[in-house]
Antibody, heavy 123, light 110 residues
Framework: QVQLVESGGGVVQPGRSLGLSCAASGFTFRNYAMQWVRQAPGKGLEWVAV????????YFADSVKGRFTISRDNSKNSLVLQMNSLRADDTAVYYC????????????????WGQGTTVIVSS | QSALTQPPSASASPGQSVTISCTGTSSDIGGYDYVSWYQQHPGKAPKLLIYEVSKRPSGVPDRFSGSKSGNTASLTVSGLQAEDEADYYC??????????FGPGTKVTVL
C-alpha cells in the first residue's frame, strides 16, 4: 500500500542540527513532488518545504529559509529534511507528504501523509 | 508569506451543513486556483478533502465541496455526520511555489 514513514525525530539542543528522513513505498516516488509540513504542540499546520519530483526545485517557508534544506534520493525512494540552527519554535511534529498529482510542484494538494516524527528543541 | 484567516470554530447539528471560510489576499487565494482543504482528527495525520478549489480526490464523499470568490475560499460539509467532527485547514499557493495554511477551524457536531 502507499505509505510514508518518517524517522529521525528526537530531542535536540537549540542551535544544533537534526536530519529527518521519509521512506516512501507503494507508489512511483520519482514522479511526485514531496513536501514537509509541521505542527507545533496544540497548534495548526505550517507548511515547511517542497521539492520537485526530480529534485531540481526546492522552496522553503520564510521561517526556515537558510536553516533547513530538503533533498531526495529517487533511487532509494527517500526524502530528507536537514534542519540546522534549530530554535525552540521549531518544536513540532514533522510530516512528509506526497503530492496528489505527478510531475507537479506542490500545487495540487497532498494526498498521502506519514504518521509524523516529533522534534523537540530544548536545552 | 501572509497568513490566511479562518474562523476558530463552527458547529451544526447532524444532517445540517456547515461552511468554513478561508480569507487571504490577491497574492494567494485570489491570485491562484490552488486552494486545498484538509481534515485532521486528533492525533492523526491530515487528510486531503479538496484540491484546486473545488475538486475532490477519489474516495472523498461528495458531501464535501469547495468554492472560491475573490480572496475567500470556502469549504462546505453537507449532511453533517458525527465523524466529521475534526479540525479543518485551508492551504493556498502564495506564488513562487510557496504555500500557506490557514490557522484551522474546529468543527463540532452538536
Amino acid at each position: 500500500q502507499v505509505q510514508l514513514v518518517e524517522s529521525g525525530g528526537g530531542v535536540v539542543q537549540p542551535g544544533r542540527s537534526l536530519g529527518l528522513s521519509c521512506a516512501a513505498s507503494g507508489f512511483t516516488f520519482r514522479n511526485y513532488a514531496m513536501q514537509w509540513v509541521r505542527q507545533a504542540p496544540g497548534k495548526g499546520l505550517e507548511w515547511v518545504a517542497v521539492i520537485s519530483y526530480d529534485g531540481t526545485y526546492k522552496y522553503f517557508a520564510d521561517s526556515v529559509k537558510g536553516r533547513f534544506t530538503i533533498s531526495r534520493d529517487n533511487s532509494k525512494n527517500s526524502l530528507v529534511l536537514q534542519m540546522n540552527s534549530l530554535r525552540a519554535d521549531d518544536t513540532a511534529v514533522y510530516y512528509c507528504a506526497k503530492d496528489y498529482k505527478g510531475y507537479s510542484s506542490g500545487r495540487y494538494g497532498m494526498d498521502v501523509w506519514g504518521q509524523g516524527t516529533t522534534v523537540i528543541v530544548s536545552s | 508569506q501572509s497568513a490566511l484567516t479562518q474562523p476558530p470554530s463552527a458547529s451544526a447539528s447532524p444532517g445540517q451543513s456547515v461552511t468554513i471560510s478561508c480569507t487571504g489576499t490577491s497574492s494567494d487565494i485570489g491570485g491562484y486556483d490552488y486552494v486545498s482543504w484538509y481534515q485532521q482528527h486528533p492525533g492523526k495525520a491530515p487528510k486531503l478533502l479538496i484540491y484546486e478549489v473545488s475538486k475532490r480526490p477519489s474516495g472523498v464523499p461528495d458531501r464535501f465541496s469547495g468554492s472560491k470568490s475573490g480572496n475567500t475560499a470556502s469549504l462546505t460539509v453537507s449532511g453533517l455526520q458525527a465523524e466529521d467532527e475534526a479540525d479543518y485547514y485551508c492551504n493556498s499557493h502564495a506564488g513562487s511555489n510557496i504555500f500557506v495554511f490557514g490557522p484551522g477551524t474546529k468543527v463540532t457536531v452538536l
